[in-house]
């Protein structure tokens, strides 16, 4: 089967991965792919839906799969649908759960999903009102896609205040800052479960931890996931009934009631409290780098899965009684501002892992960084201590300037 993956991170990486260890022959085409898909197909240079799809139809591609959000926001999948291609993602409405917080945060109200008490602001003196009598720390959220950047938790009203001036009058984000929402602080563990849809149902798989702070014992700044662990170790059995009953079921009831249905993926960031599991947002996709350690246990073959829920059945999914870990390694300086074109060398001594890269391209015969986050390295053993080992081994001879990557992913 001709498929086509439209992204280019580790989460992309992973998807290809598990698609060429599944049984049936697959042909990968990527828009536009790095240095891992690279060589597990054919990497594209495509901008912009249009493009894509006219490839699409001069290849006769017979399914695309859509990783990153903007395409979905975009349109991507009714694009296709209307040219009769098959693709698996959301809707651009749908889709607007990841690409409007407001949006998100009033269908989670509308609907009981159980989430934060928040409210969503256009006017920057009625939000400046709101912080009064508020207790902090506070989080805001810029409404709009922000690249993971736009939620600041406030410590004081005077950070707030300047979040709010940064955010609605100064457009840091641009138009992303135009409605925020300020909603009240969570303290708790956080885990993500992603689910598969059919257009009816949501098959939910198993919840994996993120580490999304770029420092050791989870300090400094925000990044997209430093690494991730399937399954969580910290998400019980009774956190997951509590997830279905209080989140999972109230949003599938909120997506069909609206006529939201879609066949793709929803990826839920949850906020385990002591009351209980909340909803900190919905993205409209595989999480990264979620992905890189949930694939390695699925029993199913993700072709099949994603067929089917095409076509509207009901999948049973499967996972092994294993862990994986994912180890995110960074280009130095990220969060922030990085150099890119430095070389990356020793991966033919990397022998523990699956090197999935991210933020990598060849040049020629040369592995160069091109972005923040470069490599994923991804293990599976029986017990987290022995995944975890496996990457921080290999972790040691792959090098680049500069690379820095977190000490304590998996530890517990
Ligand atoms: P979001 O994009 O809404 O998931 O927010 C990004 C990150 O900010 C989350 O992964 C949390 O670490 C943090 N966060 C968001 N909302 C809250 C909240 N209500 N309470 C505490 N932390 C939050
Ligand atoms: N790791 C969280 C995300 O993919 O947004």
Known sequence: MRVLIVGNGGRESAIADKLMADSRPVELYFANGNATTEKLGKNLNLSGIKEIKEFALKEEIELTIIGPEAPLVDG?????QEAGLKI??????????????????????????????AKVFDSYNEA????NGKNFPLVIKASGLAGGK?????????????TLHSFMIDRIYGDSGIQVVIEDYLIGFEASI?????????FPCIAVKDYKKVGNGDKGLNTGGMGSVAPSPEFTPEHFQDFEKNIL?????????EHLGFTGFIFFGLMVTKDGTY???YNMRLGDPETQSLLPLLNNELLDVIEDCLEGKDIKLSFKDEKAVCLVMCSGGYPGTIQTGIEITGIEKVKHSKILFAGAQY??????????????????????????????????????????????????
Do not use: W
């Open 279 to 281: 909803l900190l947002e």
């Open 88 to 117: 698996f993602g959301a809707k651009s409405r749908a889709a607007k759960l990841e690409g409007s917080k407001s949006f998100a945060k009033k269908f989670m109200q509308t609907h009981g999903v159980k989430t934060a008490t």
């Open 194 to 202: 992603i689910a598969f849809s059919n257009g009816k149902k949501l």
């Open 249 to 257: 079921t109230p949003t599938l009831n909120g997506l069909n009631e």
């Open 363 to 412: 040049s020629g015969d040369r592995l160069l960084t091109s972005g923040g986050r470069v490599v994923n390295l991804v293990a599976t053993g029986n017990t987290y201590e022995e995944a975890r080992e496996k990457v921080y081994k290999d972790a040691i001879p792959l090098n680049f300037d500069y690379a820095f990557y977190r000490e304590d992913i998996a530890q517990f």
């Open 76 to 80: 991507i999948v009714e694009s296709f």
């Open 150 to 162: 736009g939620v600041v938790i406030c410590d004081s009203k005077e950070t707030a205040q300047a």
């Open 128 to 131: 400046l009102d709101y912080l």
